[in-house]
Structures are given as C-alpha cells and as structure tokens.
C-alpha cells in the first residue's frame, strides 16, 4: 500500500504545516510510518490511498483514489462547507471517540470514522518533582481562545489570591505580543521553543492546568501526564480520562460558547467554533489547584503511577502502525 500527504499546491510539509499542532502530530506519524517499514511520499500521483491532514478547507480530494481525511476538532458542529468537503472522502480519521460520535451526531459527516489517537515521544520522560519553593502552574497554548486562559486566571485568583506561594506561567508561541508580565505571580513566557526546551519547561513545572473546552485530542496534557506532572484539564473531551487523578480532574457541561459579557472576542469564537463545548467550571477548577497544593506529594505519587501505561499506549509507532494496518485490510 502506498501512502500519499497531500498538501495544497506549491506547498510543502515543512511550510504548509510549520509549528502547529498539525504540523508535529503529521511528521510523527510521517516518522513512524518510516520506522514500520510504510510507502509514503507527498502529493503521489502514483499512491493507493491519499490521506489529507489539516482542516478541510485546504484538502483537494481526488477522485480516482482511495481518500482519507484525518480532522481533529472541537466543538459540535463544523463551519459551513466543510461536512461537504470531508463526505467527498472514502473515510474519515479523528484522534478523538468524542470527536467521531459528534461528526456523525452533530456535523452531517456521512462516510465512516475511524478514531486514530495521537502519541508522545519517549523525551517526555518522567521525572519525580519536589516542591521547593513556589508552586508553578504552567498552562500552554493561551493564544487559542477555548484553551481557557481566562478560566485558568480566575480560578487561580479565587484559589491563591494575591499570595507569593505560588505562580501561574502561561507559554505563548508567538514573541512580541505586548503582554504585560509578573502580575502578582500571572507571568507569560513568550517564544518558539524547540522540543527539548518545551520539555525541559514542562520538566521545570510543578502541575499542568488546561481548562480547554473542547480538543480534538490534547496533546499537550497528554505530554504533562508523560513526565509525571500532576495535570487539571477537563475529562469530558479526553481520550485518555482514564490515566487522569479524578482529585485534579475540571467538571464541566456541554454549553454554548461564552456570551460577550464573559468572553472580549465571543463573536470570533462563535465563528471558528460553531455549536457546544464543553465549559469548565472554574469553582471545580479552584478546588483542583486547591487540592494539587495541599497534597502535592500525593498527586505526584499518583501521576508517575501512570507514566509507564500512558507511555505503552500512546506510543506513536504502535498507534500508526494499527491505524494503516486496519485501513489495508479495508481496501
């Protein structure tokens, strides 16, 4: 079987897809269909399956292939058109069984979805924190609105006030952005880290807090429970709720996004993110960091517990090899 990435013309892997979400999860699978001994090239003329990975208004299905869409996403509805471009595909792939029942119940996706999780890498390795000074929350990714920045800075507000015991460190990709820093312990970490400095950040930080309403995975708190991070995020939409502390983990309810009142930028979220996500109670949220911090030794204890299955399971060459393996015996 061989394996063709498309790609919009005149573009490549590395531009089309640099330092995003999509771009790391595709050239991990790229690397482990490598590894596993897979036929895989971009934009092959002469491929068996054509499996497109971005958000669907970029994909340009042909039509004497056999065509995958691969789509992580978020909420319960898609924006207009692109159901229309994921039913011109043979099947469609998500990370997510929340995902694949939304696409179907929610979207009008028509072609069958198959779920394909994401992986980690063995440099998210496990480390034993101690607690030796001032306790810092690290949050990533504030740049994207339902990641939940101003949930994290309330319940931490409501939770530890404007004591000197602890911190809140918020890591944004882009530099430049003007944000003003080290406001009674809410600090933001500006800058384009490369994998071994985001781990050694993580590997720095005393507890992971994502009040993200909706993943189409969520890598990233995937990664913090890897290295034995005590993690809060939400268990509605994750695929691995089970590995999750049920102590740190956020309730939450499907719910319409934020009003203008609660949210500054409510219309651009309701225009990316058409339908329900999953809000974050942020009294449950408060309780979380509350407890992290009153029992710390304890949810390290916990979460190093589960590093070596997490590590097992989401191991990217195990999971890709499974997911194209499955697909062959479907052709």
């Given at each position: 079987?061989?394996?063709?990435?498309?790609?919009?013309?005149d573009?490549?892997?590395?531009?089309?897809?640099?330092?995003?979400?999509?771009?790391?999860?595709?050239?991990?699978?790229?690397?482990?269909?490598?590894?596993?001994?897979f036929d895989?090239?971009?934009?092959?003329?002469?491929?068996?399956?054509e499996?497109?990975?971005?958000?669907?208004?970029?994909?340009?299905?042909?039509?004497?292939?056999?065509?995958?869409?691969?789509?992580?996403?978020?909420?319960?509805?898609?924006?207009?058109?692109?159901?229309?471009?994921?039913?011109?595909?043979?099947?469609?792939?998500?990370?997510?069984?929340?995902?694949?029942?939304?696409?179907?119940?929610?979207?009008?996706?028509?072609?069958?979805?198959?779920?394909?999780?994401?992986?980690?890498?063995?440099?998210?390795?496990?480390?034993?924190?101690?607690?030796?000074?001032?306790?810092?929350?690290?949050?990533?990714?504030?740049?994207?609105?339902?990641?939940?920045?101003?949930?994290?800075?309330?319940?931490?507000?409501?939770?530890?006030?404007?004591?000197?015991?602890?911190?809140?460190?918020?890591?944004?990709?882009?530099?430049?952005?003007?944000?003003?820093?080290?406001l009674?312990?809410?600090?933001y970490?500006?800058?384009?880290?490369?994998?071994?400095?985001?781990?050694?950040?993580?590997?720095?930080?005393?507890?992971?807090?994502?009040?993200?309403?909706?993943?189409?995975?969520?890598?990233?708190?995937?990664q913090?429970?890897a290295?034995?991070?005590?993690t809060?995020?939400?268990?509605?939409?994750?695929?691995?709720?089970?590995?999750?502390d049920?102590?740190?983990?956020?309730?939450?309810?499907?719910?319409?996004?934020p009003?203008?009142?609660?949210?500054?930028n409510?219309?651009?979220?309701?225009?990316?993110?058409?339908?329900?996500?999953?809000?974050?109670?942020?009294?449950?949220?408060?309780?979380a960091?509350?407890?992290?911090?009153?029992?710390?030794?304890?949810c390290?204890?916990?979460?190093?517990?589960?590093?070596?299955?997490?590590?097992?399971?989401?191991?990217?060459?195990?999971?890709?090899?499974?997911?194209?393996?499955?697909l062959?015996?479907?052709?």
């Amino acid at each position: 079987m061989r394996i063709s990435f498309g790609l919009p013309k005149d573009m490549t892997q590395d531009n089309v897809w640099a330092g995003n979400g999509y771009g790391y999860a595709t050239r991990m699978i790229m690397n482990a269909l490598t590894r596993e001994g897979f036929d895989w090239r971009e934009n092959d003329d002469d491929a068996d399956v054509e499996l497109w990975f971005d958000q669907p208004r970029f994909w340009r299905p042909s039509k004497d292939k056999y065509v995958v869409g691969y789509h992580p996403w978020e909420s319960t509805l898609l924006p207009p058109g692109w159901a229309d471009i994921m039913n011109q595909c043979d099947e469609i792939w998500t990370p997510s069984p929340v995902i694949a029942d939304w696409y179907h119940q929610y979207s009008g996706i028509t072609r069958p979805v198959y779920v394909f999780e994401h992986g980690v890498e063995s440099i998210w390795r496990p480390i034993r924190r101690r607690l030796d000074g001032k306790m810092k929350f690290l949050h990533v990714g504030q740049e994207g609105l339902r990641k939940g920045y101003k949930d994290a800075s309330a319940s931490y507000r409501a939770a530890f006030g404007y004591g000197d015991t602890t911190e809140l460190n918020f890591k944004l990709k882009n530099e430049g952005m003007g944000i003003r820093s080290g406001l009674y312990g809410i600090n933001y970490i500006q800058g384009d880290y490369d994998i071994a400095d985001l781990v050694q950040l993580y590997h720095e930080h005393h507890v992971y807090i994502y009040p993200s309403w909706g993943e189409g995975f969520g890598l990233t708190p995937l990664q913090a429970l890897a290295t034995g991070m005590p993690t809060i995020i939400p268990s509605a939409w994750a695929p691995y709720a089970r590995f999750l502390d049920p102590n740190l983990v956020i309730e939450s309810e499907l719910s319409d996004p934020p009003t203008e009142d609660e949210h500054p930028n409510s219309a651009l979220w309701k225009q990316i993110h058409p339908g329900q996500m999953f809000r974050p109670s942020r009294e449950s949220m408060t309780q979380a960091m509350h407890y992290v911090y009153e029992n710390y030794d304890e949810c390290v204890a916990y979460a190093l517990s589960r590093t070596d299955e997490i590590r097992a399971h989401y191991d990217w060459n195990r999971l890709t090899k499974e997911a194209f393996e499955n697909l062959k015996m479907r052709l």
